[in-house]
């Protein structure tokens, strides 16, 4: 039993280690594969968008773009909550790269010129951990449907 215990309070320990090191445009990678995948249709579209993204901003090739993406993907699939992926961005990210970011959520969630629920709330709950206001939340909102909508 004693052996047990000792491999799940070390595993827990090693996971919060690695919780604190992740890099923080890899923790925005992750914020933006969550919304595009809240609706359950996470379209090549919205795949090539955040890869765009992840070239535009890091001034980086393609394929490096794909194996960002990839880092994201698996720390996503690791079951980590957002709250350690939005803790890596406040601690990184002025609050106007905090907006940008959100916009960019936002341009995701209306690729396909709707907005589920599931997204809204998924996108009010990050504002919130990424301590945005509510109107800054909504000024996003509407900058990016007013671009994309017309």
Known sequence: MAGFL????????????????????IAAC????????T??????????YILSLIERDRN????QAKDILGQAEKQRQD????????KQ??????QDEKIRLIEEIWRIIYMD????????????LLSSLLHLTHSQLIDAKLKVKKEVMG
């Open 60 to 63: 980086i090739d393609k394929d």
């Open 89 to 94: 961005i406040n601690s990184h990210f002025s």
């Open 39 to 48: 609706d359950n249709e996470f379209s090549d579209d919205e795949r090539q």
């Open 6 to 25: 000792k491999k799940i309070f070390t595993k827990k320990y090693q996971k919060s280690i690695e919780q604190d090191t992740i890099d923080p445009g």
């Open 113 to 124: 010129k709707r907005l589920d629920g599931h997204e809204d709330h998924l996108v009010h």
């Open 30 to 37: 992750v914020l933006m594969l969550e919304v595009s995948m």
């Open 79 to 86: 079951g980590i909550d957002l709250w350690h992926f939005t």
